[in-house]
C-alpha cells in the first residue's frame, strides 16, 4: 500500500512542518539519501548533517544546478562554498550542466528539447523507503520565508525509482 501526506508551509503557516520532514527524514538515514534541488544551500546545519551522514557511511547523493545551468547565480554561491567540505567527507554532488539537453538524444528525452537546461524538481529519497516531491528546496528561503507544498509519499517502489534514476542516469549527466 502507498501511503501519502501533503504539507504546506508558508506566511501564516509554520514552515517547520517540511523543514523538520526534511532534517529529521535526512538525520534518521541508515543507508542512503538522494536529493535533488535546483537550489541547494545547506548552511552551516545542513552542511554538518551531512557531512555527518558521510562519515557514518551513509551514502549521500545530491544533484543540483551547476553554475551555468542556475538561473540564481547568487544561491549558487551559497552551495559552492560548501562544496570541498561535503565532498571531502565523502558526500556525492553531482552538478546538472547548461547544456545537457544537447548532449544525448537520450538526455534529450528525459530534459526536454531546450538548448539550455536546468534542474526544477525537488525530490528527496531517503533509505529506499518513502520519497518527498514538492516545492521546497534545500536552501533557507524555503525554510524561513517561501510558500511551499509537497507529498512525502511512503511507496519502497517510487523511491527504488529514483534511486535507479541516480545510479543509472545522474553519473551520466
Not at 551514502?59 to 551547476?66: A, D, E, F, G, M
Not at 547568487?74 to 554532488?93: C, E, F, I, P, T
Amino acid at each position: 500500500p502507498i501511503s501519502a501526506q501533503l504539507l504546506s508551509s508558508g506566511p501564516d503557516s509554520p514552515w517547520e512542518a517540511i523543514h523538520r520532514l526534511h532534517v529529521g527524514a535526512i538525520h534518521s538515514a541508515s543507508q542512503r539519501v538522494w536529493l535533488a534541488t535546483p537550489y541547494f544551500v545547506p548552511g552551516d546545519g545542513g552542511t554538518e548533517q551531512l557531512v555527518t551522514l558521510a562519515k557514518r557511511g551513509v551514502l549521500v547523493r545530491i544533484l543540483t544546478n551547476s553554475f551555468a545551468a542556475s538561473d540564481e547565480k547568487s544561491v549558487h554561491s551559497g552551495y559552492a562554498k560548501r562544496r570541498q567540505d561535503l565532498l571531502r567527507a565523502g558526500v556525492r554532488l553531482y552538478e546538472l550542466k547548461a547544456n545537457a539537453t544537447n548532449e544525448t538524444r537520450e538526455s534529450r528525452s528525459r530534459f526536454g528539447s531546450g538548448s539550455s537546461s536546468g534542474l526544477h524538481a525537488k525530490t528527496l529519497a531517503v533509505d529506499r523507503g518513502r520519497i518527498f516531491v514538492g516545492s521546497f528546496n534545500f536552501d533557507q528561503r524555503s525554510a524561513l520565508l517561501n510558500t511551499e507544498m509537497g507529498l512525502v509519499i511512503g511507496s519502497p517502489a517510487l523511491a527504488q525509482r529514483l534511486a535507479r534514476f541516480f545510479d543509472a542516469d545522474v553519473p551520466m549527466l
